[in-house]
């Protein structure tokens, strides 16, 4: 296998940047799934009826090696990344997980390497983590309520490890922010005491719309908390103001408490659409490129890699997929719900 690290060498092959597609959106951050498995069976990413214990999931083969994942992290900061995101699946379920995270945080332009995880196997490799380099964690975290919260997982797992691991990866350093997928009728009665919580600890907190990625998660426009009924939730129980965006394609809108330094933020795709200035792009464990969160099908770049492709012929089809993207999902929501269209799954795409 050919493989060109040198930078040098790639000149020719980088197209003149920022790198843009159809619709003038850059290519900043990258979303990299690492396994397709989980620990958890939430019901709006991997739900039991559809994964259960017999589930087939990739065998290790079919799944990037470590070596492959740093080679195309490397490509893509050539074109402009600067952002990584580990996700899952679990990452945390990965073997040696820290092991890559070191290979990571040293690639030339890359500025950022964070990790989302649900927080149970934290405890277990928090020091190895920090100590590979990582400064960054999303946590999923739906609930406070300790029997809500276990029939939501689908495991029967309560929250207090989590919340434990969530402190001491505070105390230990880490930077960390707590997702709360919030559904109608099945959580939203625990956005304030998550607030109040959160704020206390001095944690940001991100209340997101339930989406409809993916075909199993039993999604309805019904079950939709929006933005703004999210933030009217919360201004009727605390004092929030907003803050303003800290860098183009920022999904999150941001809050900040008055009597905190602890932040609230709110995430929409259902009701507020920000195709317009999406800049992710996203691989999954066994090497398909993905250019939107809710895509029908990607491009297979293990094939490629495995093929003996040069790191030439990986950056031309790198740039072919970003600078031929049109997606627009959500902005066109209603068209592809009528088509029924399907999705690839979040458990496998990485959130």
Request: aromatic share 8%.
């Amino acid at each position: 296998m050919k493989q060109e690290h040198d930078a040098a060498d790639l000149v020719d092959a980088v197209p003149a940047l920022p790198l843009r597609d159809q619709w003038d959106r850059p290519l900043r951050d990258l979303r990299l799934s690492v396994i397709d498995r989980c620990n958890f069976r939430c019901s709006y990413c991997m739900p039991k009826e559809v994964f259960g214990d017999d589930y087939a999931f990739l065998p290790p083969s079919e799944l990037l090696s470590f070596d492959e994942m740093e080679r195309l992290i490397r490509l893509f900061a050539l074109l402009g990344v600067k952002k990584i995101r580990l996700t899952g699946g679990e990452p945390l379920l990965r073997q040696d997980l820290p092991r890559l995270i070191e290979r990571l945080v040293v690639i030339p332009g890359i500025e950022d390497v964070a990790m989302t995880t649900n927080g149970v196997l934290l405890d277990r490799y928090m020091e190895e983590l920090h100590q590979s380099g990582l400064r960054r964690l999303n946590i999923s975290l739906d609930a406070l309520d300790a029997e809500l919260f276990k029939h939501m997982n689908g495991r029967g797992y309560p929250p207090t490890r989590i919340l434990h691991n969530i402190k001491e990866a505070k105390r230990r350093g880490f930077k960390v922010r707590v997702n709360m997928v919030v559904q109608r009728g099945v959580n939203d009665h625990e956005i304030i005491p998550m607030a109040r919580y959160f704020k206390e600890q001095e944690i940001d907190l991100c209340l997101i719309e339930f989406m409809d990625v993916g075909n199993d998660n039993g999604w309805d426009m019904t079950r939709v908390v929006t933005k703004r009924e999210m933030i009217a939730k919360v201004t009727e129980a605390m004092s929030i103001e907003p803050l303003e965006a800290r860098y183009y394609g920022e999904v999150a809108a941001r809050y900040r408490y008055h009597d905190s330094d602890a932040e609230i933020h709110f995430i929409s795709s259902v009701s507020e659409s920000f195709c317009s200035t999406c800049t992710r792009a996203r691989v999954s464990s066994d090497g398909k490129l993905f250019t939107c969160l809710f895509a029908s099908s990607g491009f297979d770049l293990r094939e490629e890699l495995r093929a003996g492709a040069s790191d030439a012929e990986l950056l031309a089809s790198l740039v072919k997929v970003w600078s031929n993207r049109k997606d627009r999902y959500s902005d066109e929501r209603s068209v592809h719900q009528q088509s029924n269209r399907r999705k690839i799954d979040m458990s496998y795409i990485g959130g």
